[in-house]
């Protein structure tokens, strides 16, 4: 093959593998529905990236052209027609995936949540303390910029995706499944063959399996040594000793693991959420053979990944961050963090529902969670790869909200709402395209601190060492 094709290269894990065969040399171009950060930064690096079904721009040389495409695009697109009617050599995102990471030593991490940031830090510790990674990421490392890193030793740390039944493309040496929560019913259909599916992807790991206590993996699912993890529960094999935060709402911990105990580990990312990532991350660096004081320095260097808790502005008065979280979980275990790194200030969540189905089949969990905060200001449902479904609007979600304040906007009436709200702590949630209010939000926020009294705004370059 000379030449790769992408139909959707402008999700995050199509990116990544875009941005490989770049690395490799191969010829690589793509469609996406809409440009965006990502699909810019594409463009920048020398791929070319389009926005139109354009059937036509495929590479003709079929037997030189390798066609990677998405299962979010619709089965009639154009593009995608042509590519399985014409003869191309055609592979889904997560096979393609699965054929890189063949024969390679595979580290992955699996979960309903937290897969991304523990994928991140996994790769982090090895790049940090010189072993080296090539890494896939469901995300954008703040470390390093970049959802791909590449390195010429034989290592892959990949994001084990389940949807779609993705990682089960994946055959790891060791792996940690870091949640098996009902998601993606509309793949799935019910709990049990979510259960099912992780099951599976346990029988596939052949050295160490990690997996949080609670979860319902037992050794007769897995050939691999199955180890346990847990935040706090000492009964695991790897768990955080007398965690605590300082007063920016990072935590320090003894990690305790089978060969001992790692004392005053500093995460350098806040909230409990990370910590308990970076135990899980740190089980994987330990189980492959990284010393435990490498592991403690790289889980202090690490930034995050950006749209995981990140902040933008913050300072004592005002402060707003960005978080990816779209399941009802997700959203309790970061609003959760941020009670701990905002102690007593008041909360207000923007939140944008993300699929028909997923609102369907959790519009109580989401109530539940979102009624955490002290405002909520609900968006309508993001549809992605949807058709409406009737009945199934965020009202199903806010009707059942009790926080103290509440209210129901369109997208397009958002920036001016904020621009009259009064405002503390602001996060925004959601897997859709409210990324695209980040940086007006930013700005809008920021303006407004320079107009607070001398010493209670925002001072360039400090904010809180987050």
Known sequence: MKNVYFIGIGGIGMSALARYYKFKGFNVAGYDRTPSELTG????????????????????????????????????LGELVKAREGGYALLKRSRTLGEIARGQRCLAVAGTHGKTTTSTLTAHILTACGEGCS???????????????????????????????SFLQLYPEIAVITAVDPDHLDI???????VEAFKAFASQVS????????????????????????????????????PHPDQCGYFHYDLHYPGGVIEDVGVGAPGWVNAENSVAAAAIALSYG?????????????????????????SPKLSYIDDYAHHPAELSSAISSMRDIFPGRKLTAIFQPHLYTRTRDFAPEFAEALSKVDKLILLDIYPAREEPIPGVTSEIIFKDVTAPEKVLLKK??????????????LVSFGAGNIDRFIEPITELLKSRLKSLPRGEGFREGVTFNI
């Open 290 to 314: 990284i010393e435990p004081a490498a592991v403690k320095a790289a889980i202090g260097t690490f930034e995050g990944v950006k749209r995981r808790l990140e902040v933008h502005v913050n």
């Open 188 to 194: 799935y259909g019910d709990y049990a063959h979510v």
């Open 412 to 425: 397009e009436e958002l920036m001016d709402y904020l621009a009259n709200e009064p405002i503390d702590v």
């Open 207 to 242: 050295g160490t399996l990690i997996a949080k206590l609670g979860t319902p993996i037992v050794q007769a699912d897995t050939k691999a040594r199955l180890l346990s993890y847990h935040y706090t529960d000492s009964s695991a094999d790897f768990y955080a000793g007398n």
């Open 135 to 165: 890494a896939f990421l469901g995300g954008i490392s703040r470390n390093y910029g970049t959802n791909l890193l590449m390195s010429k030793t034989n290592t892959v740390v990949a994001e084990a995706d389940e949807f779609d039944r």
């Open 41 to 76: 930064q594409l463009e920048a690096e020398g791929i070319s990236v389009h926005y139109e079904d354009r059937p036509d721009l495929i590479p003709s040389d079929v037997n030189e052209t390798l066609v990677v495409y998405t299962p979010a695009i619709p089965a009639d």
